[in-house]
C-alpha cells in the first residue's frame, strides 16, 4: 500500500497570501488527486490528474508533481478556500494523504 | 445531474450487520465504478473498495475483505455495502462516491454509522 504524507497537517494564511500544500508518497505514483472538504460536508473533487481543474474551482488553485512528490498551490489565499485538503493516489489501494487542514490568519 | 442518494444515519447494535445504500441518479449506473469511503469523526479518509455494477466485479481494500460486502440492485440504481459485526470502530461517515476518470469525481452525502447499545 502507498502511504500519502501531506505537509503541513495545519497551516494558517493571511487573505491574498501565496499556499502550497505538498504530499509525498512512499512509491512513485503515476497521477495524484485533491479533494476539498468543508465541515460536515463531503469531499469535493478539487483537481484531478495532477493539474486539471475540476469543474467550478476557481484558477487560484493549481497542482504540479511527478513521481513522489506533488503539490496544490494557492496563488493568493482567499477566505472560502479555508477548508482541509487531501491527496489521493490511484494505485490499488487507493489511499489518501492524511490532510491539511488550511485556516485564515 | 449526477446525483447519490444515502440515508443521513443508521444506528447499529454491536454485533448486528447493517446495509447501507446510495441511490444513483443522472448518468447510466452500470457504466462507472461506486467506491466506498470511510471517514471516522475528525479523521482521514479511508478507501474500502469498489464496485462495477455492470457484472458487479468487486475489488476490496484487503484491510476490510472481513468487514464489507459491496452489492448492486442493478433495477433500482442502487449500490449497497453490509458491514460485519459492527464494532465502535466501525462508527464513521460512509461515503458512496462514483469514479470519474480514475477519481471520486461524485460524492454521496455520507450515512453516518453509530454503532452503540
Known amino acids: 500500500e502507498i502511504v500519502l504524507t501531506q505537509s503541513p497537517a495545519i497551516t494558517a494564511a493571511s487573505l491574498g497570501q501565496k499556499v502550497t500544500i505538498t504530499c509525498s508518497a512512499s512509491?512513485?505514483?503515476?497521477?495524484m488527486h485533491w479533494y476539498q472538504q468543508k465541515s460536515g460536508t463531503s469531499p469535493k473533487p478539487w483537481i484531478y490528474?495532477?493539474?486539471k481543474l475540476a469543474s467550478g474551482v476557481p484558477a487560484r488553485f493549481s497542482g504540479s508533481g511527478s513521481g513522489t512528490s506533488y503539490s496544490l498551490t494557492i496563488s493568493s489565499m482567499e477566505a472560502e478556500d479555508a477548508a482541509i485538503y487531501y491527496c489521493q493516489q490511484w494505485n490499488y489501494p487507493y489511499t489518501f494523504g492524511g490532510g491539511t487542514k488550511l485556516e485564515i490568519k | 445531474q449526477v446525483q447519490l442518494q444515502q440515508p443521513g444515519a443508521e444506528l447499529v447494535r454491536p454485533g448486528a450487520s447493517v446495509k447501507l445504500s446510495c441511490k444513483a441518479s443522472?448518468?447510466?449506473?452500470?457504466?462507472?465504478?461506486m467506491n466506498w469511503v470511510k471517514q471516522r469523526p475528525g479523521q482521514g479518509l479511508e478507501w474500502i473498495g469498489m464496485?462495477?455494477?455492470?457484472?458487479?466485479?468487486?475489488r476490496l481494500n484487503q484491510k476490510f475483505k472481513d468487514k464489507a460486502t459491496l452489492t448492486v440492485d442493478k433495477s433500482s440504481s442502487t449500490a449497497y455495502m453490509q458491514l460485519s459485526s459492527p464494532t465502535s470502530e466501525d462508527s464513521a461517515v460512509y461515503y458512496c462516491a462514483r469514479m470519474g476518470d480514475g477519481f471520486f469525481a461524485y460524492w454521496g452525502q455520507g450515512t453516518l454509522v453509530t454503532v452503540s447499545a
Open positions: 490528474e495532477i493539474s
Open positions: 512509491s512513485s505514483v503515476s497521477y
Open positions: 464496485i462495477h455494477p455492470s457484472d458487479s466485479e468487486t
Open positions: 443522472g448518468y447510466s449506473f452500470t457504466s462507472y465504478w
